[in-house]
């Protein structure tokens, strides 16, 4: 994570008792320990808020598909789309019936 060798580990901990005091570390690792857990305490609830305002824009976003889905008419949409289906048939169908209907007079003659 911070990318830290022995060497640094070594010469922070040599700091650490020369400035302390070797009576005093395990004290300040103790208070050390407790704002690392706090600052991760606060990184989890942070990370949790924005979980959760993600969720509630997806929501939004499905709540407004669903009422796109309730105002929907697809009875009308399905009418509309076997009139158009409809229509092109009998245009398609007219010039095959005559041409097969051609094709079978010449071959009877």
Known sequence: ??????LEIMVIISV?????GPKDIPK????????I???KSVMRDFQNQIE???DISELK???AEAEKLK???LESN???MAKASDETKSDDATPLMTENSEAVAKEST
């Open 1 to 6: 994570m911070f990318d830290i060798g022995w």
């Open 16 to 20: 650490a008792i020369i400035v302390v």
């Open 28 to 35: 300040m690792l103790r208070t050390v320990g407790k704002y």
């Open 37 to 39: 857990k706090k600052a």
């Open 52 to 54: 959760e305002v993600a």
């Open 61 to 63: 976003e499905l709540k």
């Open 71 to 73: 105002n929907f008419d």
């Open 78 to 80: 399905l009418n509309d």
